[in-house]
């Protein structure tokens, strides 16, 4: 029996691990809507010099590091358990918001029509989102898994580069996708994009994402080494037999 299944309640590790991630998760939500574009100090083939990418992409890159840290520490079926409890958590957002862009305002209250396009995502963001999320979330769970499996505890940058790599890689390819084509598309909501915009689109956001990806694994290191000094070493993967 592990360390941390002798506990009789979530360590503080847990607890923050956790924290981040929602906190990250419901902070992507209320920022998706603000367009980031950032200029590069040369024009790259299909992106060109600027990348154009929402406004929750750092946000939503914190999940993940918040998540591999999880999965590292505490195994597969723990990780799985936030990012899967975080999808319903946001539709508990989702409806908290709508509810409130329902509700009549005050005279004294901010413009009701600039509290809407601020914080109220449209049907094809929110389809998008929510779809790339539950797919990409799990896959970077089970990635992370599976290469910790063949080079056991070691290689930790290994996992969290590749695992966050290639699911952020899906979780941005179907965001574009079903957001500014397939969504607009089926329910005649919004403009369906060129292909050469939503390929611009799909490297220029990937490319950042990519960076980040890169650079937070010191960070992935030195979370799970100060964890581990308190806690003790890595705990065992209760899904495996």
Not at 7 to 28: C, D, E
Not at 121 to 136: C, D, E, F, M, P
Not at 146 to 155: A, L
Request: glycine fraction near 6%; proline fraction near 5%.
């Amino acid at each position: 029996m592990s360390q941390t299944q002798t506990r009789h309640g979530p360590t503080i590790a847990q607890v923050a691990l956790i924290g981040l991630f929602v906190t990250a998760l419901v902070t992507a939500q209320l920022t998706a809507s603000k367009v980031l574009a950032f200029e590069l100090p040369v024009a790259l083939p299909i992106t060109g010099a600027q990348l154009a990418l929402p406004g929750a992409a750092l946000a939503y890159a914190l999940t993940f590091l918040a998540s591999d840290c999880y999965t590292e520490l505490y195994g597969r079926r723990a990780g799985q358990i936030v990012v899967n409890v975080g999808f319903v958590l946001n539709f508990v957002v989702l409806a908290l918001v709508w509810s409130t862009i329902a509700a009549p305002a005050a005279p004294t209250s901010v413009d009701p029509g600039a509290f809407e396009t601020a914080l109220g995502a449209s049907t094809n963001i929110v389809i998008g989102s929510l779809l790339a999320y539950i797919v990409s979330q799990n896959w970077d769970v089970i990635v992370f898994h599976r290469i910790r499996e063949s080079t056991g505890p070691e290689k930790l940058w290994l996992r969290n580069i590749a695992s966050t790599a290639s699911s952020q890689a899906v979780d941005t390819v179907i965001f574009v996708t079903v957001a500014f084509a397939v969504a607009p598309a089926v329910l005649g909501v919004g403009a369906v994009l060129k292909p050469d915009l939503l390929v611009s689109l799909i490297v220029g956001q990937y490319l950042l994402k990519l960076a980040i990806a890169i650079l937070d694994t010191p960070v992935v290191y030195a979370i799970v080494s100060l964890v581990r000094s308190r806690e003790g070493g890595p705990a065992e993967d209760a899904s495996v037999a």
